[in-house]
């Protein structure tokens, strides 16, 4: 009896590379400290990190560079924050007191333009309280936006930290390019054989 010759020689089964390929389907890939060409990060994780602390999603992402710009901004924000509100307590203060007909509430004196801080009672207080009104609520204005701009950034910070863990493995071609250079456009018609035309080739690489 003939043998077949189409049965298949047996395949020698590598021991080592079995345990290696068994040993990195256990390792997590969404595991923070999991190594570099294993980690892929869950979108999930990385919003509630972000959402318990601005910054803690761009560090899972291992977005680094991040940092400073979102911490900046939140510098700035708190910063914007604390010297409106100084503003406008001390406004508000002095409003207060130049509304009430107490004669010894008099923190608005202390807004007064210096050439009249030496004779108070020559200021046409109608006049200035329209002033301490208006830039009372100048700064409460300002404060108040910078408030939500903080509270945007929060928001961005979290949408920013799950894009990036859903984008994580997106690819990226470095072959995207555009070309430009002369061709031969060549007329395949019989009647027109060996007939040719010069031109410029316009393509790009996806």
Do not use: C
Not at 88 to 115: K, T
């Amino acid at each position: 009896m003939k043998a077949d010759s189409n049965i298949a020689a047996p395949v020698a089964v590598d021991p080592v590379r079995n345990k290696v390929d068994s040993v990195i389907a256990a390792t997590s890939s969404d595991n923070l400290f999991a190594p570099a060409y294993l980690f892929k990060p869950s979108p999930r994780k990385a919003v509630i990190y972000s959402a318990i602390f601005p910054g803690l999603g761009q560090i899972y992402n291992r977005k680094y560079w991040k940092l400073p710009v979102l911490y900046g901004g939140f510098v700035g924000f708190t910063y914007a924050i604390s010297w409106n509100n100084g503003y406008y307590r001390d406004y508000l203060g002095a409003y207060q007191d130049i509304m009430d007909d107490d004669p010894n509430s008099n923190r608005w004196h202390d807004m007064l333009p210096y050439s009249y801080r030496q004779d108070p009672e020559s200021v046409d207080t109608q006049w200035f309280t329209g002033v301490l009104q208006q830039r009372k609520d100048y700064y409460r204005y300002y404060r108040d936006l910078s408030i939500i701009g903080t509270v945007a950034l929060y928001l961005v910070a979290i949408v920013d930290a799950y894009v990036d863990a859903q984008l994580f493995d997106f690819d990226m071609s470095p072959d995207l390019s555009m070309r430009v250079e002369p061709a031969i456009l060549r007329e395949d018609r019989p009647a027109m054989k060996g007939n040719s035309a010069y031109g410029v080739q316009w393509s790009f690489s996806f």
